[in-house]
């Protein structure tokens, strides 16, 4: 067999064989194949590529679109009977949290933290009067929009599944964190941190697992958020049973930022149920919804801090 010419202007790739015939034409039936195997491939290709341009054009843009959605591409119809199932597992989360040993205990040292602070601050109270904390259910309807927003609008990884996978009815109770809830509101902002102090020793009292998190959004949203773990025995949708390890959310707040809360739910609201993400050019757009709604809760959390300074003076 000859050697290979070191010039490459003049180099064919049949004169490497030309003491080899057989060798030759094994060499060209190779690369005939290849050409047909990269014929039958290219199309698959474009398919698959096509098919995920499609899909990103089909994302679900509101709840009616997302139902279909799942409709066909996991074959589960969100209806009627869905929603009774859900109100059945919320009532039974809910029934069985509020009889807990830590969910009592905390409702009953109400009084005790409020006089601790009281002492700690000479003279403030943590809670305005009669404050009682209660446990509230996630409504339905806000259940599937925080399905939509985990599984569409806030997946990065559109139109494969999120990090977390697929949010479905077989596992959403354990991935929606807040099925239950409670909202303490104190009335100075270091009193979330005392709060969250507090609630963290009875959870380790009682063995269950808290995850504390401080949250602080551009919209101007400042809480504090603590999931406590807990077990509980639901039905499923063949009404048997099964145990699942679910977070009850407890949220801390001050109460000015509970008032800019109430007062900017419904437009927050508006916000999450479009699939569709906002720029963030509303930072410098002055005359923008966003930007008075968004920089008030800022504003708030200054002052706030402004009030701990000048009450830490006097003191």
Known sequence: MSKLKAKSSDFRIEDTFDDDADIYTKYKLVCAELEELKSQKEPI?????NA??????????NIEEY???VKEKFGIDISSRTETHYHSVRGIISDDF?????WTELSQNI????????????GYKLFSPNFVPVLNNKPYDSFILKSFR?????NNNWPEEPDMGWVLPDNWFEKTGDIVRTLFVVKYLDGIEFL????????????????????????GYYAAHMDVKQTFEIPKYDWDTKKIEIFIEIQITTQLQEVIRKLLHTYYEDKRVSSVRQPD??????????FAANYVGHILHYMEGMIMDIRDRKN
């Open 281 to 290: 050019t509303w930072k410098w757009d002055y005359k923008s919804d966003e």
């Open 67 to 69: 139902k279909k959605w």
């Open 196 to 219: 969250v102090s507090k609630i963290e020793e009875i959870c380790k009292k009682h063995g269950s697992e808290c995850r504390i998190s401080l949250e602080a959004k551009d919209e």
């Open 98 to 102: 509020k009889k807990s040993s830590l």
């Open 150 to 154: 985990k599984n569409v609008v806030n």
């Open 111 to 122: 009084k005790e933290y409020d006089e601790e602070y009281n002492l700690k601050t000479s």
């Open 52 to 61: 995920s341009y499609n899909i990103e054009e089909q994302k679900p843009q």
């Open 45 to 49: 290709i474009q398919k698959k590529l």
